[in-house]
């Protein structure tokens, strides 16, 4: 468990006094992944520096499993980081260092015999998927396979935690997704506390457990992920949430629905946390006397379950139809009448 | 052969080559040794770095400014008491070293700062959040990574102090320099003038060539 209390970075200037981070209180569970998304200039790049004390925070304290990192001398913290992994946006590799010698540098720091450090270093290579590439300069490799020599070097001292600053920001979707799956597969096998920082919403909505909003250094807005994405308070955060959901105005409105569609009952089915969605619909048409006709959806996998809406029409008995959604009203969907004939 | 130098004695010629190489490759180690410490404290000791220290950076900034400043000619005549003090005489090829070593390494110092600054900071952020030591961002990041810029620095350095030997040669410190101007021009002996400045080019080119081929090597990005 991970307690941050009243955490405050001011940087002074001549003049100015910029406050990056600003009483900042939050606490994250051993084992979570926890998101913490903003633009550019909300904190939230200092606020990850703060945990391992890359920056001095002005007040406030961190305290990682009982130990509190703000009052370690600097000897001690030097001995700490090397239970807190750390991986970047521009991946930060020695260039003039092979995979293999990249991975073995934290290992080397820690004092770890040679023996110990080839069995080790050979076991990362394995886990972040980089088999047969140990003797490749970082120059030799993408974008993604650099963030996986990252992940492997953050992993390398077995820390309890994993900060994530912009990890996925300068690679392409699909290397994106391929480096997001692989964190949620060290989250899932290592048990490892993962903290990342983003400004991109679905990185949150494939893997985060719980996800703070943070704007001008403060969070205004946190909860589980699910939550905040069915309901979002804050402006910033409705933002975030339509940068994957799309505007609520991009839906189909109830008029254009009620135009087009003469036949047969428009229903909204609303799906939050439902993990079996798919099989509602085939259910409800096997054992039901009803026509489903998809008429438009939007729904996001998170990593605890589904959230989005989608719009059917179903035609039939009228009978049949109220038992169909009395069904679907039995499960986690939410069912609304949009309009009947 | 005799007919086209017919002033030239070829032993002490390579004699004189001899001079030239103990000289550069002898001020080119100490260079290296003194140019790479005010090298790394000019940039450690700079606003935002790992040892930020106005005292430091001021001293080491000046000295290194107030040194490339003097022209090796005139430096070599401002540290002679130094020179005396320590060989007890101004001539031949190791009282030269001293100007020699004074006058090329602030100039290296100056190659290092700039090969230093060329790392990225956040390798540097990087080895600080894995727990890295000073002394192992020093050794292991900060050099390691800027390793093709120090040699290639090194080997302008080099060049620069072939002439510099060259120079020092005009005051009697041996050398191709020294046989060049006394035996060769003092005597309008331009021949000798001739085999010398060929020499020296010989000599700078196979420095440059080293230097080419070892940079290229270690070259990973």
Known sequence: MIVIDQLSKIFK?????????DDLSLSIEK???FGVIGYSGAGKSTFIRLINRLEEPTSGTVEIEGQNITGLSKQDLRVKRQE???????????????????????????????????TRVQELIDLVGLTGKEKNYPSQLSGGQKQRVG??????????VLLCDEATSALDPETTDSILALLVDINEKLGLTIILITH?????????????VMEAGRVVEQGNVLEVFSHPKKPVTKKFVEQVMGKPD????????????????????????ETANQAIISEVAKHYDVDINIIQGNIKQTQEGAYGSLYVQMTGDLPAVEQAIQFIRSTSVDVEVISHD | ???????????DLLLATGETLYMTLVALVGTLILGTILGLLIYLSAPGNLWENKIIYSITAGFVNIFRAIPFIILIFLILPLTVFLFGTFRGPTAALPALILGSAPFYGRLVEIALREVDHGVIEAAKAMGAKTSTIIFKVLLKESMPALVSGLTVTAIALIGYTAVAGSIGAGGLGDYAYFYGFTRRDMDIVYVCTLLIVIIVFVFQFIGDIITKQIDKR
Do not use: Y
């Open chain 1, 200 to 212: 991109e919403m679905h990185v949150i909505q494939k893997i985060c457990h719980n996800v703070a």
């Open chain 1, 13 to 21: 200037t001549n003049e100015h006094e910029l406050k990056a981070v």
């Open chain 2, 1 to 11: 052969m005799t007919n086209l130098f017919p002033n030239i004695d070829w032993m």
């Open chain 1, 84 to 118: 807190i992994g750390m991986i970047f946006q521009h991946f930060n590799l020695l260039w003039s260092r092979t995979v293999e010698e990249n991975i073995a540098f934290p290992l080397e720091i820690a004092g770890t015999s040679k023996a110990e450090i080839n």
């Open chain 1, 250 to 273: 991009e839906e189909l409105t109830d008029d254009l629905l009620i135009k087009h569609i003469s036949d047969g009952h428009v229903l909204k089915l609303t799906f939050v946390k």
């Open chain 1, 151 to 160: 992940i492997a070097r953050a992993l390398a001292n077995k820390p309890k």
């Open chain 1, 31 to 33: 084992g979570e992944i």
